[in-house]
């Protein structure tokens, strides 16, 4: 799989996410009580379906969506190992040139190199050796190597990080919006004295904070499937390294 491939991934995990989202949203309009589903979809509101809570669902789905696709990459990464890239024995020692070469062959025919980071060691690896036959400098590019792999492993989730920031905020904006409807109902009545009306009020303050509650919720469930995913990945790295660490580097030998 190559970058075309991966961002053509994730516009049809996009579009599956939202589509999965509208399919909940109208399942529970149908199914819950009306107390839970003013709480859960506001829809006693007259713009309804076209509400905070509406579209608090949807960013929830899509950050869903960002975490499978992580989540599917991490485990692309983990199946690199069971490919036989590098010798495993206790025997083998790589010179530089033919020693080389199946190796380099075998990385350069992955569908994966471009995008994985055990494929990509190799080959940078590899032909490091073959130019400098340094022993230390190739070791050098290794530690090089994994830092920038980190930093752009940090920066895959941008997206994810950028929702679970967005979806506490739209919680604020729709109770925000929800007190403001509040009042002003509160202020269009002239009996502002009469039960019903504090009745009223009362109900549409809770709608309005129980936004807040609901993208709470929604944000510290990603923000935990996100760490567990991130973790996996950056444990991947590691592995990576130590992978080449083992099984390249240290069988490395200049003649």
Not at 222 to 250: H, M, P, S
């Amino acid at each position: 799989m190559n970058h075309r491939g991966e961002a053509r991934l994730r516009i049809l995990c996009l579009a599956v996410s939202l589509a999965a989202a509208v399919l909940l949203i109208a399942l529970l309009a149908r199914v819950l009580p009306d107390t839970a589903a003013a709480i859960l979809l506001d829809v006693n509101r007259a713009s309804w379906p076209f509400t905070v809570q509406n579209v608090l669902w949807l960013a929830f789905f899509a950050g869903l969506g960002e975490v499978f696709i992580r989540w599917r990459a991490g485990l692309i990464e983990e199946n690199q190992f069971d490919r036989d890239y590098l010798p495993e024995d206790d025997e083998t020692v790589l010179r530089p040139g033919e020693d080389m070469t199946p190796i380099y062959k075998k990385v350069r025919s992955s569908r994966y190199r471009q995008v994985c980071f055990v494929p990509r060691l190799i080959e940078r690896l590899v032909l490091n050796f073959n130019l400098s036959r340094s022993v230390d400098q190739t070791n050098a590019l290794l530690n090089s190597s994994l830092e920038l792999f980190l930093h752009e492993l940090d920066l895959r989730y941008n997206i994810i990080r950028y929702i679970t920031w967005l979806i506490p905020s739209l919680g604020f904006i729709g109770t925000v919006v929800g007190i403001m409807l509040a009042l002003n109902y509160a202020g269009d009545r002239a009996n502002v004295e009469s039960p019903e009306l504090l009745y009223e009020v009362t109900q549409r303050l809770g709608v309005a904070f129980s936004t807040t509650l609901l993208a709470l919720v929604m944000a510290a469930i990603l923000v935990f499937l996100q760490n567990l995913v991130q973790g996996r990945e950056e444990k991947t790295l590691n592995r990576a390294g130590q992978y080449c660490l083992d099984n390249l580097i240290n069988r490395l030998y200049a003649r």
